[in-house]
């Protein structure tokens, strides 16, 4: 398969075979936007690479990641902090920094992705099934990596507000809708047949660095691989 895009396209791509049960295509495209206070987010001209936790055919809930620091306004022990996504997530949490010894940043753990679990007969993680002759069969609630409270069953879109506090660069709170900026995947099979099927796009992570003031968006589609009689193409592009 040759995936097709623009050569300055800023994203990040990647596909996944899988049955569901039967043989189905998984493209997972990654989206990075530089986040700018009150004015919302640009994108970015570098996506953040992918990971093992990308390599997931699908996420039947929504979810939100977030790495790196903690920040206050004032040296202190504790930082508490919130997270707030569409209309159903809510988190709040305190971060202790290290030692105890007051400061204005500290480390965050237990908010970033968790490995992703795979029912398979053998020890292929999804990463390693994409560019293999094995297959994942995909499990009926899907794959997530997200801790259990940063999940929702919402539709994402650049509707969806996010709002944090004490996870930017200073403390306070920052909000946003997520941007409007989003892929679009084409399957193209070759020889001028004609045929060629949309994989509907879905936005199902978010990903806040904090440490870098970067906001990362996943998104998947899929298709069954019996609508086509060869390989087909991946055409990728921007909505």
């Given amino acids: 398969m040759r995936a097709l895009a623009a050569a300055s396209l800023p994203v990040e791509l990647a596909v996944v075979f899988f049955r569901d049960p039967a043989p189905r295509i998984a493209v997972v495209v990654k989206l990075g936007f530089r986040l700018l206070g009150r004015a919302g987010a640009e994108l970015a001209p570098v996506p953040e690479p992918l990971s ?20 206050s306004a004032e040296p202190t022990a504790v930082i508490p902090i919130q997270i707030a ?8 949490s305190e971060i202790r920094t290290l030692g105890g010894v007051p400061a204005v940043r500290t480390p965050l ?3 970033g992705p968790l490995p992703p679990r795979f029912s398979l007969g053998s020890p292929l993680t999804a990463k390693e099934a994409s560019f293999s002759d094995s297959w994942l069969e995909a499990p009926r ?17 650049p509707a969806t507000p996010l709002s944090f506090f004490n996870l930017s660069q ?21 020889a001028g047949s004609g045929n060629a099927h949309r994989a509907a796009m ?14 990362h968006l996943g998104y998947r589609g899929e298709v069954e691989l019996d609508r086509f009689t060869s390989v ?5 592009g921007l909505l």
């Fill in 202 to 215: 879905r936005c199902d992570t978010v990903h806040l660095d904090t440490s870098s003031g970067l906001l």
């Fill in 109 to 111: 753990n237990g908010f």
């Fill in 85 to 92: 996504m569409g209309g159903k997530l809510q988190i709040r």
């Fill in 170 to 190: 200073g403390g306070g709170i920052m909000g946003l809708t997520l941007p409007r900026v989003a892929p679009f995947a084409l399957l193209v099979e070759g």
């Fill in 141 to 157: 609630d899907g794959f997530q990596v997200a801790p259990p409270d940063q999940r929702t069953p919402e539709v994402l879109g």
């Fill in 52 to 71: 093992d936790a990308d390599f997931v055919p699908r996420k039947h809930l929504a979810e939100i990641l977030v790495t790196g620091e903690a920040f």
């Fill in 232 to 236: 087909p193409d991946l055409v990728v």
